[in-house]
C-alpha cells in the first residue's frame, strides 16, 4: 500500500513539473477558499460545450494506462510520402518568447472594483455615453415630439445605470427591471438610488454613438466601435500575456435554471444572435487579451457569404485577432474550425506558432495527407500515435477511445508527454497532445465558471448586445487584474462578491461590503 502511494506521489510530481513547464497558473481566477477549481492538468475533460473544439477535447479523456506506439508505426507501403509530408521525423524547437508577462501596472494594496473596472471603462469613456445619450434624446424627440418626463443624464446617473445593469450578471434576474420588484429577485438595497421610470427613460435613450459619421459608411457596429476599439487599447496597455493563448468563441450562454422556464419560441428567439465573437485569450491566467466581433447578416468581408464559407471567416477572424503578435514567438492554440495547415504556414512567417485539434468535418485539410485523415485498420491502444512531418509542421494522429488529430509547428514530435488522470492513470501522448488538452482544459473551466457572471440584460438591438457582452469581459478581466494584485491579499473576494462591490461602487452606496 505504501509502495502504491509513493508511486502515485512520484507521478504526480513529475506530472506538475511538465505542467509548471506548460507556464499555467494554478489558481489565478478561481474563486477564493475551497471553492477554488481544481488544478485543470489532472482533469483534462472537455466538460464545456463552448465552440468549435468542444467534442473533439474529449481526447484527453483518459483511461487505462497503456503502452505508447511506436511513432511512424506503419510499414513502408503505408507510410508513402504525400506532397513533401514523410515519416522521418526531426527535432524542432520555438525561439524564445520577446515578450515579458503580466500585469502592466502595479495597483495600490488600496484600490477598489472600481479602480480595476475603470481601467478599461475610464471616466471618459462614461461621460462619453453621457453626452451621447443626451444628444441621441433631444435629436429623437425634435423628430417624435417632446418627452415631458426627461431631462438630461448626468455622469453620476450613468454610472448608476451601469450598476444596475451589471447587477443582473450577480444576480441572475430575468429583467433588469425586476430589480424594482417586490418578487424573489427584487433587490431593495439599490432600487432605492433610481426610481424605475427614471431607469427606463435612460435605457430608452441611452447610446454610445447617437449619429452615424459622414465616414461611416455603412458599418454596422458603427454604434459601439469607438467603445471596441477603446477595449482593445486597453486590454493591450494593462496586461501583456504569456507566451501560450487560445483563439476560440467564448462561451455565450444562458442561465440553465432560467432556460427550463422559457417556452420553446422564447428559447429560439434567445439563441438567435447576429454577430460571432472570437477572443484571443491568455492560456496562463484566463486574461481575454483582443476579442473580434462579426456581423451574421450581409455580405462578409473580401465578398464572402459568411454563412456558407465558415472556414474562411475563422481564418479571418484568427488574422485579426493575431495581428499584434507578430515577431514575437507567441504560441495559439486553435479549435478544428480555425486548424489549417494554410494559415499556420502563414502565421509562422510572422514568428507565430500553433498548435490545433484538426477535424476532417469542421478543418480546412487543404495539404494534408490523406492517409492521415483515415483511421487505420485493425485495433489500436490507447497512446498509440502516428505522425508525419513536413518541414517543421507535424501532423499527429493519436487514438484515445477514437482517433484525434493534431496539426502543430510549436511542438516537437519526436517529444513525449503524459495525460494523467488521478483515478485512471497516465496515457503517452506526444507533446502538442498534452500541451493542448492541459491548456484548452484551463480554458474550458473558465468558460464554465465565468459565463454564468456575464450580464443577463438581453436587449434586442445587436450594438447593445454587444456592448453588455463586452462590459462583462473587462468585469473579468478586471477581476483578474484584482487577483494578482496586492489588493486582493488584503480582501480575498470571490468574484460574486467583486460583482457586488462594483454595483455598489457605481450606485455610490456609502456601504460596500460584498454580501457575505
Request: proline share 4%; glycine share 6%; aromatic share 12%.
Amino acid at each position: 500500500m505504501a509502495e502504491c502511494g509513493r508511486k502515485g506521489l512520484s507521478l504526480l510530481e513529475a506530472a506538475r513539473s511538465r505542467y509548471e513547464s506548460l507556464q499555467i497558473s494554478d489558481d489565478v481566477f478561481g474563486e477564493s477558499g475551497d471553492d477554488s477549481s481544481e488544478n485543470p492538468f489532472y482533469s483534462t475533460t472537455g466538460d464545456s460545450n463552448s465552440d468549435n473544439y468542444t467534442d473533439d477535447v474529449k481526447a484527453s479523456d483518459a483511461g487505462s494506462s497503456q503502452s505508447c506506439g511506436l511513432l511512424g508505426s506503419f510499414s513502408n507501403s503505408q507510410a508513402e510520402e504525400e506532397e513533401g509530408w514523410s515519416h522521418a521525423l526531426q527535432d524542432i524547437s520555438v525561439p524564445q518568447y520577446k515578450d515579458t508577462h503580466g500585469p502592466t501596472q502595479k495597483m495600490a494594496a488600496t484600490s477598489s472594483a472600481m479602480d480595476f473596472f475603470q481601467l478599461f471603462v475610464p471616466d471618459n469613456a462614461i461621460q462619453n455615453m453621457v453626452t451621447q445619450t443626451n444628444m441621441y434624446a433631444k435629436k429623437y424627440q425634435e423628430r417624435f415630439g417632446v418627452d415631458e418626463g426627461w431631462t438630461g443624464v448626468t455622469a453620476a446617473e450613468m454610472k448608476a445605470f451601469l450598476g444596475f445593469v451589471i447587477s443582473t450578471s450577480v444576480h441572475r434576474c430575468e429583467s433588469v427591471l425586476s430589480i424594482w420588484s417586490s418578487g424573489f429577485f427584487g433587490n431593495r438595497s439599490i432600487a432605492l438610488k433610481m426610481n424605475q421610470a427614471r431607469f427606463e427613460k435612460i435605457l430608452k435613450y441611452f447610446h454610445i454613438v447617437a449619429f452615424r459619421s459622414s465616414q461611416g459608411g455603412s458599418q454596422g457596429l458603427y454604434k459601439i466601435q469607438p467603445f471596441l476599439d477603446l477595449l482593445q487599447q486597453s486590454f493591450g496597455c494593462t496586461f501583456r500575456p504569456s507566451q501560450t493563448q487560445v483563439l476560440h468563441e467564448p462561451l455565450i450562454d444562458e442561465d440553465p435554471v432560467f432556460i427550463t422556464t422559457c417556452t420553446e419560441r422564447e428559447l429560439r428567439k434567445r439563441k438567435k444572435r447576429k454577430f460571432s465573437l472570437w477572443v484571443r485569450q491568455c492560456s496562463s491566467t484566463g486574461f481575454i487579451c483582443q476579442i473580434y466581433v462579426h456581423l451574421k447578416d450581409g455580405p462578409g468581408p473580401d465578398g464572402l457569404d459568411t454563412l456558407k464559407n465558415k472556414p474562411q471567416l475563422h481564418s479571418l477572424a484568427a488574422k485579426q485577432l493575431c495581428q499584434n503578435l507578430a515577431d514575437r514567438n507567441a504560441i495559439v492554440f486553435t479549435g478544428p474550425s480555425i486548424t489549417s495547415l494554410g494559415l499556420f504556414q502563414e502565421f509562422e512567417k510572422q514568428n507565430i506558432y500553433c498548435c490545433g485539434l484538426l477535424s476532417t468535418r469542421k478543418s480546412d485539410c487543404t495539404g494534408l495527407p490523406q492517409s492521415m485523415l483515415r483511421n487505420p485498420e485493425g485495433p489500436q491502444q490507447r497512446g498509440q500515435s502516428r505522425i508525419q512531418m513536413k518541414g517543421s509542421t507535424s501532423l499527429i494522429s493519436w487514438y484515445n477511445k477514437g482517433n484525434f488529430r493534431f496539426l502543430t509547428n510549436a511542438y516537437s514530435p519526436t517529444k513525449q508527454g503524459m495525460i494523467i488522470k488521478r483515478k485512471s492513470g497516465e496515457i503517452p501522448c506526444p507533446l502538442a497532445v498534452e500541451a493542448f488538452a492541459a491548456h484548452l482544459s484551463y480554458i474550458c473551466k473558465y468558460d464554465d465558471k465565468y459565463s454564468k457572471y456575464f450580464i443577463f440584460h438581453k436587449p434586442n438591438k445587436t450594438w447593445q448586445q454587444v456592448f453588455w457582452l463586452t462590459i462583462s469581459i473587462a468585469i473579468n478581466n478586471a477581476y483578474i487584474l484584482y487577483k494578482m494584485s496586492d489588493a486582493y491579499h488584503v480582501k480575498r473576494y470571490s468574484r460574486a462578491q467583486f460583482g457586488e462591490r462594483l454595483v455598489k461602487e457605481l450606485l455610490d452606496l456609502d456601504d460596500c461590503s460584498p454580501t457575505q
